[in-house]
């Protein structure tokens, strides 16, 4: 597996404001992956980030709202624009390593919109 | 459609006891992956087992097994000699790409000192 540093780890946002949250792995993966998880439910996957290329969206999930970045191998980050109280939840950062098929996740960023 | 179902939304266990959390999924698939992440109030995300569809012989790691059942579509998850660090939620999961992952709706555990 690989160490995967997220942050913030945890922030309260003003509404309508935006915030970046930055995904750090210690090692080159093959794949990135944005998940939401709201508060009491499971994991939804936002985007695949592909590196120096337009992410991937998922149904129901929009570039200008949630725009992602991938300028290398090791590093993305995921925008929440505009924000509003339906945006809390906690941000997952995942990656999938050249080998395998297993994803592994970051810490988690806890976003509650006020 | 791939769907994840975990049937019990919170189990308790007395430390040191074993329990079985049920997980059941739907594909049309007969390749495939699955897994079990817990995840404890640190909210972090960890990989606890997987198991590979074309494998017939359980998974198991340490204290954790799986009874998977692939005619049935069953992938329940055994935690032998409980601990109260396993209390956690606990999500099954479902992969037949390795990219697009789909996830239950959790099984929230606690473990009775």
């Known amino acids: 597996s690989a160490v995967i540093s997220q942050k913030p780890s945890r922030d309260i946002c003003q509404r309508g404001t935006s915030l970046t949250i930055q995904c750090q792995v210690d090692s080159q993966v093959t794949m990135m992956f944005w998940y939401r998880q709201q508060p009491g439910q499971s994991l939804t996957l936002i985007a695949t980030?592909?590196?120096?290329?337009?992410?991937?969206?998922e149904s129901g999930f929009v570039i200008d709202k949630f725009p992602i970045s991938r300028p290398n191998l090791t590093f993305s980050t995921l925008t929440v624009s505009n924000m509003s109280p339906e945006d809390s939840s906690i941000y997952l950062c995942?990656?999938?390593?050249?080998?395998?098929?297993?994803?592994?996740f970051g810490e988690g960023s806890w976003l509650t919109v006020v | 459609a791939q769907t994840v179902t975990q049937s019990q939304p919170e189990m308790s266990v007395q430390e040191a006891e074993t329990v079985t959390l049920s997980c059941t999924y739907d594909t049309s698939e007969s390749d495939y992956y699955l897994f079990w992440y817990k995840q404890p109030p640190s909210r972090q995300m960890i990989l606890v087992i997987r198991?590979?569809?074309?494998?017939?012989q359980n998974a198991t790691e340490n204290r954790f097994s799986v009874n998977f059942q692939k005619a049935a579509k069953s992938f329940s998850l055994k935690i032998s000699d409980s601990q109260l660090g396993d209390a956690a939620m606990y999500f099954c999961a479902y992969s037949f790409t390795g990219n697009q992952f789909y996830f239950g709706t959790g099984t929230s555990l606690t473990v009775i000192p």
């Open positions: 198991q590979e569809a074309y494998k017939q």
């Open positions: 980030a592909n590196q120096g290329s337009e992410a991937t969206y």
């Open positions: 995942s990656v999938k390593m050249s080998s395998g098929n297993t994803i592994y």
